[in-house]
């Protein structure tokens, strides 16, 4: 376990922003972060779990509590033992995880992919259970285990992040939830009790699970993978992430939350993208405070130019919140996660 006082997070922020966290603490197996956890609740004392910061925006004033870091990266196939992870695990990890999705062909610099070749149902192959730590890399978890033979996370690819946010947010892959691969979540109670949560029990929706209005901390997840085809998993993944369209890495990947199919059906959209809306209704494509920047190739992601603040993206959330109110009646919602910020510095935002 490695602990700092005064820790910078841009140096561990997806977009390099961010102020000083009070204290950091790096846990680097399971038993380390379960511990830590219990003292913090135990204590009282305020904490916030960060991992790749891959969708959170940090304040530029940092965080004035603890920050821990979960990087256990331990795989458990049940019944067979743990995983040693290789260099040949490691070797695509960074490919696999530098691209996120958009996902419609129109016109202007609006792009996308299309998936349905790729899609194919294994649900008559033998299911394996597999238990892997909250900290594990979602690319490394996708390598390694396609690589043993096991499939069903190859939908998933091109998304960065570890195991424990991939859960709490139920992300999306094509037509897939991360749910559909779900047997059961070990969870940490604010009263210091291990829990272990069915698939039912997390009430999982589009992007969304239980733990969003709980205080529970993920500690483990168990999967349930197939015995699948290796060779045609790994191509997927590969082919998969390739015609995502790329995501710059200084981004926090999509700032806000498609529009409802009710309001695309009112204003006549063709789709209910924000990346849509941004560009060819809000003619906001570019847009830029300071030094970040609305994506002029993916107009729902706003990029760090550079030397961005924290509150250069809020000013220009704010900005497209409230031109979509004003012209559209539209009330975004934003995708990403604020942390270190106060009430009033989030207002206008979410």
Known sequence: MDKQNNFPLQNISWVKIGGNALEFIECKSD???KDILKESFSKGNSFEILGWGANTLISDKGIASTVIKNSSNQIDILGKGSVEITSSDKEDEK???DSRLVVLK??????????KDLDYDESDKEIVKVKVSSGLSLPMAINTLINRGLTGLQWFSGIPGQMGAAVYNNIHGGTHLLSEYIDSVDILTPDGKEQTYSNEDMK??????ILHTNKGIITAVTLKLRLGDKDKALYTSREW????VSQPKNSLGSTFKNISKEDQMRLGFPTPSIGYLVEHKLMMSGYRVGDAQIAPTSNNFIINLGH???SDYLEIIRKVKKESYEKFGLTLIPEIFFKGFSKDELLGVV
Do not use: M, N
């Open 31 to 33: 038993s380390e972060f």
């Open 241 to 244: 992430a390739k015609r995502k």
């Open 308 to 310: 961005a603040k924290a």
């Open 204 to 209: 999982f929706k589009y992007d969304e699970s």
């Open 95 to 97: 490919e696999l995880s």
């Open 106 to 115: 129109t016109d202007g610099t609006f792009r996308g992919i299309e998936f």
